[in-house]
């Protein structure tokens, strides 16, 4: 993680959720650009990872930090990172599910991850998701809505609105498909009954 170039610090840690999973935790210090912002962006820092790490070994949570606290003995003063952890969560952006779709995968999500609230723009990633997690949310998503959902359709929309939109497109290319077919078909009766018609 600190090989990243967008990277100045990071420290990992495992944490303990509250169903007994363990999760890795990854505090990262970006380097500033020209604005004083961080110059790297979560997803980003994921994709680059998934690159280079086994998907096990790539953390469930990804928290910002302004620098890495120290202990007065100059060791990772732990508490203080768990609770950056806790203020993190709480500054999330809470977007409510409205569409059927988008409540369906929130109702699959918090099942998998054992949360009782999830957010439409919340990251399954962000969130506790890990490798083992998405093989049992593909699973389940495919059951519920009755069509085969990815781990790498969840790796790519790993939102409930970016999979939500991903689904109903599909979904709209599939009635365009069928249209024309049904198009196609009626053109084609058409064209024998007049093959066929008596002179």
């Known amino acids: 993680l600190k090989n990243l170039d967008s990277v100045q610090d990071a420290v990992v840690m495992?944490?303990?959720?509250?169903?007994g999973d363990k999760n890795l935790w990854a505090y990262v210090v970006g380097k500033k650009s020209n604005n004083g912002k961080p110059s790297f962006e979560l997803e980003t820092l994921k994709r680059e990872l998934m690159k280079v790490l086994p998907l096990y070994m790539i953390p469930a949570f990804f928290v910002?930090?302004?620098?890495?606290?120290?202990?007065?003995?100059?060791k990772i003063d732990k508490p203080a990172l768990e609770k950056m952890s806790s203020q993190?969560?709480?500054?999330?952006?809470?977007?409510?599910?409205i569409r059927q779709v988008e409540k369906t995968i929130a109702d699959a999500w918090k099942e998998i991850l054992e949360l009782e609230q999830i957010g439409i723009?919340?990251?399954?990633?962000?969130?506790?998701?890990?490798?083992?997690k998405v093989l049992l949310l593909s699973k389940?998503?495919?059951?519920?809505?009755?069509?085969?959902?990815?781990?790498?359709?969840?790796?790519?929309?790993?939102?409930i609105r970016t999979l939500a939109d991903y689904l109903e497109q599909g979904q709209k290319k599939?009635?365009?498909?069928?249209?024309?077919?049904?198009?196609g078909d009626l053109s084609?009766?058409?064209?024998?009954?007049?093959t066929n018609r008596p002179s």
């Open 14 to 19: 495992v944490r303990s959720a509250s169903g």
């Open 64 to 74: 910002p930090i302004e620098s890495v606290p120290l202990t007065t003995s100059g």
């Open 88 to 97: 993190w969560i709480k500054s999330a952006v809470y977007a409510e599910p």
């Open 121 to 132: 723009d919340d990251s399954f990633f962000d969130v506790g998701g890990n490798s083992m």
């Open 140 to 159: 389940k998503m495919s059951h519920v809505l009755e069509k085969e959902i990815t781990a790498v359709n969840i790796f790519t929309y790993p939102t």
């Open 174 to 183: 599939e009635e365009v498909i069928i249209k024309e077919v049904d198009r």
């Open 188 to 194: 084609n009766r058409m064209k024998k009954m007049r």
